[in-house]
């Protein structure tokens, strides 16, 4: 079990610079969740994908994010003109079916000055 | 929406105490799922529950899952260091996994 990986680890942007994060899932898992943590709160929803299916997105979700799954395997999150509260843990998680616990990656921290 | 809401958002436990979390949706659940996020790490998933009046236990550990299937709870027997961690609720009303705050445990020995 190789787990799910991200990359970076860490990202320090400029306010208005776009970023783009990776994440690799489990490899037979056809589930992939996106959340976002910040300090003291729990993980929130973002979106998530069933194989290269998009299948929601919060409505908290501001249209600067973008979030795709290709190929069903790995997926990228972009948000564009970034501002600084969107600095926090970006966190991608992957699992077998929708019944099944997530998995979730080390998570790629964000810092936007 | 959907929420899902714990208490205590922190708990401070000498080594040895017991120690409980509860969880509280507004929406009756599918399931409701328990993670522990160690400082520094990830979330880590512990269990799941489907069944309303659901009970199970894992070594030192007992979750329940309410009978209306709108509450859980985490109780934690005779509490160790290797306890220290943020433990979350996440539960499922509809297709995504909504998680509370959490409660943060610190243990002194």
């Known amino acids: 079990d190789t787990g799910v990986s991200q990359d970076p680890r860490h990202k320090i942007t400029k306010r208005g610079q776009n970023v783009t994060f990776r994440c690799d899932p489990i490899?037979?898992?056809?589930?992939l969740y996106w959340y976002r943590q910040t300090l003291g709160q729990g993980p929130e929803f973002l979106t998530y994908?069933?194989?290269?299916?998009?299948?929601?997105k919060s409505r908290l979700l501001s249209d600067r994010f973008s979030a795709e799954r290709p190929k069903g395997s790995f997926s990228t999150l972009e948000i564009q003109r970034t501002e600084q509260g969107d600095s926090a843990m970006y966190l991608c998680?992957?699992?077998?079916?929708?019944?099944?616990?997530?998995?979730f990656g080390n998570g790629t921290r964000l810092t936007v000055t | 929406g959907q929420q899902v809401m714990q208490i205590p958002q922190y708990q401070h436990v000498q080594e040895g105490e017991d120690f409980t979390t509860y969880c509280n949706s507004s929406?009756?659940?599918?399931?409701i799922q328990w993670y522990k996020q160690r400082p520094g790490g990830h979330p880590v998933f512990l269990i799941q529950?489907?069944?309303?009046?659901e009970v199970k236990k894992q070594k030192r550990l007992t979750f329940q899952f309410g009978e209306a299937k709108k509450n859980s709870s985490l109780h934690i027997t005779a509490t160790q260091t290797t306890d220290v961690g943020t433990y979350f609720c996440?539960?499922?009303?509809?297709?995504?996994?909504?998680f509370g705050k959490g409660t943060t445990l610190s243990v002194s020995s």
């Open positions: 998680a992957s699992s077998a079916d929708s019944n099944s616990p997530l998995h």
């Open positions: 929406t009756t659940l599918s399931n």
């Open positions: 994908f069933q194989n290269e299916a998009q299948l929601e």
């Open positions: 996440a539960g499922k009303a509809g297709t995504a996994l909504i």
């Open positions: 529950l489907v069944k309303s009046g």
């Open positions: 490899s037979e898992h056809n589930r």
